[in-house]
């Protein structure tokens, strides 16, 4: 079945600047990977996704990309500010079954 | 248009008791998922089904775990003889199911607490 790797576990960017989290699929079968941001003891919300018939996708000041050769794809958030301190978790689908399996996630910490 | 919805929000239960947690999907949407959140960690399926049809419960413990979605009224989680294990954070989500893109969306969760 399908495996999702995500890294790091844990990262920490000063305000403004950039931060950048990939994650790794094991079945070339996946087409859909979407990312979810979780703030404390809330639930986790979709921010964005990509389908893999798309290299790039761009929503204000995050974006994903997706390399389907080497099956890995990345979350990047660019100006970070406070706000976007959370745990993001990338995840993978594959159209015949539907099942979406999530990465462990990433803790993101923005610091003053 | 409601989201999904979760009940009950937190739930204590003393170990060998029994936990029913209950999900109804967003308006249109026909396929439920849930999911097991243990604290600081992640998201870990457990099963997915639609209507009167458990499509997979890979992710299911094969003891005193069992998902069901009724014709009529919410899908729920039973989880029976409960032990401190289980204390964790369960999420439901729904979608439109095949064919729809994918793209699920989650309940509030309900926590539960053995003690």
């Known amino acids: 079945g399908e495996n999702v790797e995500q890294h790091p576990s844990t990262l920490s960017v000063q305000e403004g600047d950039s931060a950048v989290i990939k994650c790794t699929y094991s079945?070339?079968?996946?087409?859909?990977f979407p990312w979810y941001k979780q703030e404390l003891g809330k639930r986790p919300q979709l921010i964005i996704d990509?389908?893999?018939?798309?290299g790039e996708k761009k929503d204000q000041r995050i974006a994903v990309t997706l390399n389907k050769t080497a099956k890995h794809f990345s979350l990047h958030i660019t100006e970070t500010q406070p706000e976007d301190s959370a745990v993001y978790f990338c995840a993978a689908s594959i159209s015949r079954d539907d099942k979406i399996i999530f990465g462990k996630g990433t803790r993101l910490h923005i610091l003053p | 248009n409601a989201g999904v919805m979760q009940n009950p929000r937190h739930l204590v239960r003393r170990r060998g008791q029994e936990a029913r947690l209950r999900c109804s999907p967003m308006k249109g949407h026909s396929h439920v998922y849930w999911y097991r959140q243990l604290p600081e960690e992640g998201l870990k399926f457990m099963v997915y089904l639609q209507k009167e049809n458990i499509i997979d419960e890979s992710g299911m413990p094969k003891e005193r775990f069992s998902a069901e979605f009724p014709k009529e009224g919410p899908s729920i989680l039973r989880i029976q003889q409960v032990v401190r294990g289980d204390s964790a954070a369960y999420f439901c989500?729904?979608?439109?199911?095949?064919?729809?893109?994918?793209?699920?969306?989650f309940g509030e969760g309900s926590w539960l607490t053995v003690v």
């Open positions: 989500a729904s979608s439109r199911g095949p064919g729809s893109g994918n793209t699920i969306y």
């Open positions: 990509i389908r893999s018939n798309v």
């Open positions: 079945d070339s079968a996946s087409n859909y």
